[in-house]
């Protein structure tokens, strides 16, 4: 639990409203190990909840509106009125608006309440800001209702939520925000929704670096939504709901158009990878867990065509120091920018992050932000 964004919503509820908020949900951020583009498909994805997270303040306050929202990170965003009934506009208001419906459809009245919401999770990362948000709204005015559900329905709740906000996401993000567990990895199979917890190497052994491009992205802008109907209509082609359910033997017998093949080839490709990882750090094997990896990215970038020259960049310079204390590296989260994820012994991450900030000063106009990250606890609720 980040105590800074927790203190500081309920330090800003308690100014507004004279009295401290009922419930406080902290929801963390996410970065996926291994597993991306595939969690639409019914395919396997390996993720863990980071030390970064969405605090939101909860209660009672004294007028007519149905929601009163502050942004304490967001300038000019503080005592903003919502309307689960108003039209998404394509603002941060969104994410308050989707689960609002949400609990509407589910049959909850909601009396008027402030939401005070703060965040460490840097937005538009690929670290999974915005399921956190949901997450944490969707599972603290449920508390407050004394409504509560499973981090499953929490996380379905939430998966609807950015499906009515616009973007035709998988569960993944929305479940390891809600169901994590410190120091563990979240093994996921997005067709059954089963979830097993894969305890991770300690960190003498290994630890994760989190690098972002500060490429930005937006998953309603289109390419997302692009990737996905591309494998709907490939596992289509092939006779099935969900492309993971297919296999590469019949991908290869099946005489689909270049880009569904490429879409379809890094789907199932993936689905292998991520059980090689996951058996890998069963058996304490770093090497061939950071060989899936670097593979993963490989496939993401070429088959996919989610990369962009920053991620390659921050890759390439780890495939150079795999004899030196890196396993491995990939991008994370949706593409189209955002963040690498690189597990690396302790000592290899100085000189690290010097090789990729002295190539990104040779090559952009800016530095990318590195983070070493631990797998962190799911959501939890604070009450008076």
Not at 64 to 84: A, C, K, Q, T, Y
Not at 182 to 189: P, R, S, V
Not at 264 to 283: G, I, P, W
């Given at each position: 639990?980040?105590?800074?964004?927790?203190?500081?919503?309920?330090?800003s509820?308690?100014?507004?409203?004279?009295?401290?908020?009922?419930?406080?949900?902290?929801?963390?951020?996410?970065?996926?190990?291994?597993?991306?583009?595939?969690?639409?498909?019914?395919?396997?994805?390996?993720?863990?909840?980071?030390?970064?997270?969405t605090?939101?303040?909860?209660?009672?306050?004294?007028?007519?509106?149905?929601?009163?929202?502050?942004?304490?990170?967001?300038?000019?965003?503080?005592?903003?009125?919502?309307?689960?009934?108003?039209?998404?506009?394509?603002?941060?208001?969104?994410?308050?608006?989707?689960?609002?419906?949400?609990?509407?459809?589910?049959?909850?009245?909601?009396?008027?309440?402030?939401l005070?919401?703060?965040?460490?999770?840097?937005?538009?990362?690929?670290?999974?800001?915005?399921?956190?948000?949901?997450?944490?709204?969707?599972?603290?005015?449920?508390?407050?209702?004394?409504?509560p559900?499973?981090?499953?329905?929490?996380?379905?709740?939430?998966q609807?939520?950015?499906?009515?906000?616009?973007?035709?996401?998988?569960?993944?993000?929305?479940?390891?925000?809600?169901?994590?567990?410190?120091?563990?990895?979240?093994?996921?199979?997005?067709?059954?929704?089963?979830?097993?917890?894969?305890?991770?190497?300690?960190?003498?052994?290994?630890?994760?670096?989190?690098?972002?491009?500060?490429?930005?992205?937006?998953?309603?802008?289109?390419?997302?939504?692009?990737?996905?109907?591309?494998?709907?209509q490939?596992?289509?082609?092939?006779?099935?709901?969900?492309?993971?359910?297919?296999?590469?033997?019949?991908?290869?017998?099946?005489?689909?158009?270049?880009?569904?093949?490429?879409?379809?080839?890094?789907?199932?490709?993936?689905?292998?990878?991520?059980?090689?990882?996951?058996?890998a750090?069963?058996?304490?094997?770093?090497?061939?867990?950071?060989?899936?990896?670097?593979?993963?990215?490989?496939?993401?970038?070429?088959?996919?065509?989610?990369?962009?020259?920053?991620?390659?960049?921050?890759?390439?310079?780890?495939?150079?120091?795999?004899?030196?204390?890196?396993?491995?590296?990939?991008?994370?989260?949706?593409?189209?920018?955002?963040?690498?994820?690189?597990?690396?012994?302790?000592?290899?991450?100085?000189?690290f992050r010097?090789?990729?900030?002295?190539?990104?000063?040779?090559?952009?106009?800016?530095?990318?932000?590195?983070?070493?990250?631990?797998?962190a606890?799911?959501?939890?609720?604070?009450?008076?």
């Amino acid at each position: 639990m980040n105590e800074k964004t927790t203190e500081r919503v309920r330090r800003s509820f308690q100014q507004d409203e004279a009295v401290p908020p009922v419930v406080t949900s902290i929801a963390p951020g996410r970065v996926n190990l291994i597993g991306d583009h595939v969690d639409y498909t019914g395919g396997l994805v390996m993720p863990i909840a980071i030390d970064r997270n969405t605090a939101v303040a909860i209660g009672p306050h004294a007028g007519d509106s149905e929601m009163i929202v502050d942004f304490l990170d967001l300038e000019g965003r503080s005592g903003l009125v919502v309307e689960s009934s108003q039209e998404m506009d394509g603002t941060d208001l969104d994410y308050i608006r989707g689960p609002l419906i949400q609990l509407h459809e589910a049959g909850l009245r909601i009396p008027p309440l402030r939401l005070t919401v703060s965040s460490t999770v840097p937005m538009g990362a690929g670290l999974s800001s915005s399921a956190a948000l949901q997450v944490a709204v969707l599972l603290g005015i449920r508390t407050y209702l004394d409504k509560p559900v499973s981090p499953l329905e929490v996380a379905l709740e939430a998966q609807r939520s950015e499906h009515t906000i616009g973007t035709p996401c998988g569960l993944m993000d929305m479940y390891v925000s809600a169901a994590a567990r410190n120091g563990h990895a979240c093994l996921i199979d997005c067709g059954s929704n089963d979830l097993e917890q894969v305890p991770l190497p300690p960190e003498s052994e290994a630890v994760f670096i989190i690098s972002d491009t500060k490429v930005r992205h937006d998953l309603r802008d289109g390419g997302y939504a692009k990737r996905r109907s591309e494998c709907e209509q490939a596992a289509e082609r092939m006779g099935y709901a969900l492309l993971s359910q297919a296999s590469l033997e019949q991908l290869e017998a099946a005489a689909l158009p270049e880009n569904l093949h490429q879409r379809a080839r890094h789907v199932l490709s993936e689905n292998l990878r991520v059980r090689t990882f996951s058996d890998a750090l069963k058996q304490g094997d770093l090497k061939r867990a950071g060989q899936a990896m670097f593979e993963s990215h490989h496939s993401l970038r070429d088959d996919f065509d989610v990369s962009c020259k920053e991620l390659d960049l921050i890759v390439e310079i780890a495939e150079t120091m795999s004899g030196a204390g890196i396993y491995g590296s990939r991008m994370t989260g949706g593409g189209f920018g955002g963040s690498t994820i690189t597990m690396c012994r302790p000592e290899a991450e100085p000189e690290f992050r010097k090789r990729v900030a002295e190539a990104f000063a040779a090559r952009f106009d800016h530095q990318p932000d590195s983070i070493r990250t631990s797998a962190a606890d799911g959501a939890l609720v604070i009450t008076i």
